[in-house]
Structure formats: structure tokens, C-alpha cells
């Protein structure tokens, strides 16, 4: 028996394992867990242009004090 693990993204399934095993098998598919969607409010923000830019501000930089110049 090979386990191998994939996603089922409501239309087929696509296995993220490496398969290297060129022998033909019998297959059971079994449906684990749903994957949550992912908060992509998040994504968007920092995809914007100026999202990260507050790590060049030195307001920001939590360990500023521990910084010896």
C-alpha cells in the first residue's frame, strides 16, 4: 500500500505527493478534512504596494532599543 496526499478542489483530485512508482494500483480516495478558507483580506494588504512599509519606519521597530549603532 503507498499513501500519497492531495486536494480535492470540487472537480478533481491532484495528488501534492511526489509519485515515483511507475506499477499500476487500485485506488480509494478518502475525504479527511475540508480545508477552511484562507482570509485573503490579509493577502490583499500586504500585495499593495506601500503594505510593508511600515517596517522601514523606526516608529515601528519594536527592538530599536536593543540596536547599537
Do not use: C
Amino acid at each position: 500500500m503507498v499513501a500519497l496526499q492531495g486536494i480535492y478542489d470540487g472537480h478533481s483530485v491532484k495528488i501534492t505527493d511526489k509519485i515515483t512508482d511507475t506499477k499500476q494500483y487500485k485506488v480509494v480516495v478518502t475525504f479527511i478534512e475540508e480545508i477552511k478558507p484562507i482570509n485573503k483580506s490579509l493577502r490583499n494588504f500586504s500585495a499593495q504596494t506601500k503594505g510593508l512599509d511600515f517596517w522601514e519606519n523606526e516608529q515601528e521597530d519594536l527592538y530599536q532599543d536593543f540596536v547599537k549603532s
